[in-house]
Each structure stands twice: as structure tokens, then as C-alpha cells.
């Protein structure tokens, strides 16, 4: 089948399950149910099933928690334990489980192959089956495989939310993408999309699945080359926010996800990058420029460690007795979410090497979750930002949260033991403002 774009006229409530309830389960319901269907969540995690019940919001993800109150106030939307109670009464049920990357680099499938066999005895005949997880190709007839169930369809639509963004991104998409082997199911699917103008496109099962790795591969690919360009900005000596300026004018070229910074990370880009070279690889085809993509990030997150090594005289690999002030450590500014952080990599690398980090983020304030706990084991964690300078030989800034940008460096500066440098990996700071509170600066491609 080819892709095509259809119009969408139903606005039916319809039932809806939705199995996962993570930064995509939980969107995706939320919003569905803000649209005016029905939607029961399920999860197999007892906590989270137990916070959502209690009014929480496990996530941290601007505009959630309204549409959440909203629509369980409204009666539309519901939480409740097992991916099998999510699924019972519902006429389209949608997997959001994990897909992280397996040893291989391939993405593991074990979660949505469970989730499928924990459905599959309960699902209503005539039900259709989602898969909102990013999926590699053939998933779709995998997940067929493990429900065996003639009477039950399999569509594919992939998520292109990003988190910090998600509720907007969600309800205003740039398309919605439905993969399908059969044109019914895929217009059930359309149909819940009906409230929001966009484009919908009607394609494939492969084709949908490809979409996704794909989109995510050419975004990472916009960053590693930005990237690049900003590391041969320093070596000639040019400015790379000058260099973005001229390029992403050019209308061919866009201005977005062009911004230098530490490296790509997040839960999504990491392994769907690898994914991606290793869907073409068992597919006889070598992505050359996708591994060169990663090369490239790989490359960045170790010039970040080397800047910090520098700014305090040691360009070895020694940091023995060095302490590192740390602002920022999730992903990137507006989410909680630590998974594949740049800052978690070049952090470890600095204390693989001997350094201590003292580190500061908004969303690690107060009680950790248990993941939390987990991955910042051996960082010492402060309760305010300027805490950071405190003993620092170097500061180190590394998510973009707005509040940094507005750091009082006077107050700042008072707490260090003497002036030292911040390198800043996200060029949020004003350098000039940097340099006049007498501290040095070192950015991204900036001259
Ligand atoms: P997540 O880890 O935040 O959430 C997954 C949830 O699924 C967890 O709460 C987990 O407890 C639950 N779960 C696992 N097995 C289950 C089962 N059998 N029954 C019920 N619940 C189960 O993951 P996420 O970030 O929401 O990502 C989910 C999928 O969406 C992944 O494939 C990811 O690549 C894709 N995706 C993520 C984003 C993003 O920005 N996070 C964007 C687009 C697509």
C-alpha cells in the first residue's frame, strides 16, 4: 500500500486502552481522554498505578497533570494495575512499553512481546492492537504473531513527542503517521486523531515503522553535524551561533535542532540511532552515515570531558582532587528524565578519571525515586544551584533549564574558593556577563 493522506470526519468517543504509562502511555492516554475518549491506563508498575490514583504525576512534563485532573474529573480517563484490566473493555488498545537497546544495538522487543501475551486471551473480537512503541520493522507482524488472533488487527503509529513538550506536542502534531496492512483498521485509528487538524498518513506497516527511526536518525544527524561545525569553529576561529545564523536561514537547510551542545542523549536518540544501523545491517544494507552520526556524539561527549580537563590545567587524564560543580543533569531542561543523559556520561567519565562532582538539578531536589537513586549513586546532590561553586575548581553547566541562564554569578563567584572557568556545554550563558563576574568561559563553537 502506498501512503496516503485521508480526511477525517467521526468525532465518536471511543474506548481506549492504553498499557504503559510512561512519558508516552501517560501522554497518549491523557490527551485521548482530553479529546473525549475513554481511556483506561495500565501498568504493571504498583507505585506509579498507585501515584496516578492519588492525583500524582510521576513524570515531570509541562501541562500533564491539568489534563490528567481534567479528564479524570470528567470520568474519561482511569489507572489501574496489568496491562490485561487496561485492555478488557477496550475497542483499540495501545502498547507503550519500553523497546531499549538490546546488547546488540538492536531494540529489545521482550516488553511488547509480553504485553501482546498478557492481552491476547482478553482483547475484544474485532479490537485493534497499536503499537505506539517505537518498533523496528516487521513488529507489526510480530506482535500478530503473539496474539493469535484472527479477529484482532495490528496498526502501527509511532510517537514523535518529546518530553518537556509532549502534552503540546501531542495535540498539535506536525502528521500522525498509521501503518497497516488493513485500510479499516488503520481509519479506526484515524478516527481518534479526528479533533485535531493535521495531516494523517495512511501507509504500510514497514513503511510507518521506518518512518520513525528515520526521523529520529536525520534529527540526531542535525545535531551531530551542528556539532561538528561548532568543533571546526574552534579551530578556525569562527562563531558557530553566527554559522547557524547563515546556514539555517537558507529555507533548504531550517534553522531547528541546529544548537551545539554537549551531545545527543535521551531515552529515544541513543538507541534508535543504533537501531537504526543495525534494522539495515540484518537488511544487507550498511548505514555508513548513521554510525558516522554516532561516531560523532561519541566524539562530542569525550570533547566535553576534555574541555573540563582543561579549563582546571589537566590535559591528561588525571583529575584526581579536582571538584566539579555540576548544573543540570537530566537530558535536557523541561523533563525529569535522566535515561542516556549527556550529563550522566560526561559526570561518570570525570570520575572515572577522579574527580568529584557536586551537581545541582531541579528535578532532583528533595525525595529520589528509587531510578534515581540508582543512576546518581556517587554524585553529591545539592539543594540549590549556587551550592554548586562550593570548593569547585571548575563549573560545568549542562541542561539548558531556563533558570540557569538567569544565575546570580555575583553570589555565584562569592562561593568559590577562587575564580575558575565554566564551561558551559548548552552556550546558555552571556560569556560577556561570564567574563565580567571575573570567571572564565569556555562554550561551543563560540569564539
Ligand atoms: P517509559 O519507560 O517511560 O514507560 C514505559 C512504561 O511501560 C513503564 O511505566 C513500565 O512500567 C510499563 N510497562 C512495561 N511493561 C508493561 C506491561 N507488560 N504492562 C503494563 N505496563 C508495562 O517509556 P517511554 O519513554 O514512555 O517509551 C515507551 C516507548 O515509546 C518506547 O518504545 C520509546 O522508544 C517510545 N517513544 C518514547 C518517546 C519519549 O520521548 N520518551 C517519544 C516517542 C516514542
Known sequence: MSSDSVAVVSNEPIRLGVVGTGYVGLTTGACFAHLGHHVVCGDVDERKVRLLNDGHIPIVEDGLEAIVNDARAAGRLEFVLGAESAAADADIVFLCVPTPQGDDGSADLSYIEQAAAQIAPVVKPGAVVVNKSTVPVGSTIAVERVLQRSDVRVVSNP???????????FLHPDRVVIGSADRGAAERVAELYASIDTPILITDPASAETIKYAANGFLAMKVSFVNAVAAMCEAVG????????????????????????????GSCFPKDSRALVKIAEDHGYNFAMMRGVIDVNDEQLERMVAKISAAVGR????????????LGLTFKAGTDDLRESPALFIIAELRRL??????????????????QKAVLAGIELVDDPLEVADGADVLALFTEWPDFAKIDLGRLVARLPRPVTVVDTRNLLDPALVREAGLGYDGVGRR
Open 238 to 265: 569562527a562563531d558557530v551561533a553566527a554559522v547557524v545564523e547563515g546556514i539555517g536561514s537558507d529555507q533548504r537547510i531550517g534553522g531547528q535542532f541546529l544548537r551545539p551542545g554537549p551531545g545527543w542523549g
Open 159 to 169: 510517537e514523535f513527542l518529546r518530553e518537556g513538550t509532549a502534552v503540546h506536542d
Open 354 to 371: 577522579g574527580a568529584t562532582v557536586r551537581a545541582y538539578d531541579p528535578t532532583t531536589v528533595g525525595e529520589l525515586t528509587p531510578h
Open 315 to 326: 590535559a591528561g587524564d588525571d583529575l584526581a582532587g579536582v571538584t566539579v560543580g555540576a
